[in-house]
């Protein structure tokens, strides 16, 4: 596609739910982001793959959360067991070089709400 | 990292240019600077980035003055779509092993007609 796809994008799950979001990024894009943007907040950095590999998951707020992208594409962030303050717009974005300056391409992001 | 600093928010109007000042007090010598804009329901979408002096491009302005130590994103004759979140990155791109991007919590444009 064109740009940087994301599903679903929107999502409700009951406290203690595992959820799955997936990002599909612009064709050949090496470096993934995922990001998670609070309710008047700016997005705020959760992990980065450099094709397959999983280079930072610094911003990973705990171990409910972890990312997937095994074949250097398609990127899976998966929250398990979701608590109310998971509840957030994910974003996820690609970007064509290896630094963080290169321009990043964002997708429309998933929200997620949490009961 | 940088610290920047840009106001919660500006008004403005139709057919205006609208300046954003963003402070850097902290900048570092490999750091550039970068723009993004967010609309609703939408990711952030990349503006404008520069190092020094001043950048255009179709769609904004950028300057920056000889001591780096904040810029200014220019809008020439903004439009009621121009209302958004505009947010101020500053970052090295020098190096690998990158991180992500560091948000603020931008400046929210309200354009009026």
């Known amino acids: 596609g064109a740009g940087v796809s994301q599903s679903p994008r929107y999502k409700v799950a009951k406290r203690g739910q595992d959820v799955a979001l997936r990002c599909d990024p612009i064709s050949g894009h090496v470096s993934l982001f995922w990001y998670q943007q609070a309710l008047g907040q700016g997005p705020e950095f959760l992990t980065y793959?450099?094709?397959?590999?999983?280079?930072?998951k610094s911003g990973l707020p705990s171990d409910r959360f972890f990312a997937e992208r095994p074949e250097g594409s398609v990127s899976t962030l998966k929250i398990q067991r979701t608590q109310q303050e998971d509840s957030a717009v994910y974003l996820c974005a690609s970007s064509s070089g290896f630094v963080r300056e290169t321009e990043q391409f964002f997708g429309p992001g998933t929200r997620l709400t949490v009961l | 990292l940088a610290k920047t600093t840009q106001p919660i928010s500006m008004d403005s109007y139709e057919g205006q240019e609208v300046n954003i000042t963003c402070s850097h007090n902290?900048?570092?010598?490999?750091?550039?600077i970068t723009w993004y804009q967010q609309f609703p329901s939408q990711g952030p979408r990349f503006i404008i980035q520069g190092y020094k002096t001043k950048v255009t491009n179709e769609v904004a302005s950028l300057f920056i003055p000889a001591d780096r130590k904040s810029s200014t994103l220019s809008l020439p004759r903004v439009s009621l779509s121009d209302t958004a979140v505009y947010y101020c990155?500053?970052?090295?791109?020098?190096?690998?092993?990158?991180?992500?991007?560091?948000f603020g919590k931008g400046t929210h444009l309200i354009i009026q007609p």
């Open positions: 902290n900048i570092a010598t490999n750091d550039y």
């Open positions: 990155l500053v970052g090295d791109r020098s190096g690998g092993g990158a991180d992500g991007l560091t």
């Open positions: 793959f450099q094709n397959e590999a999983q280079l930072d």
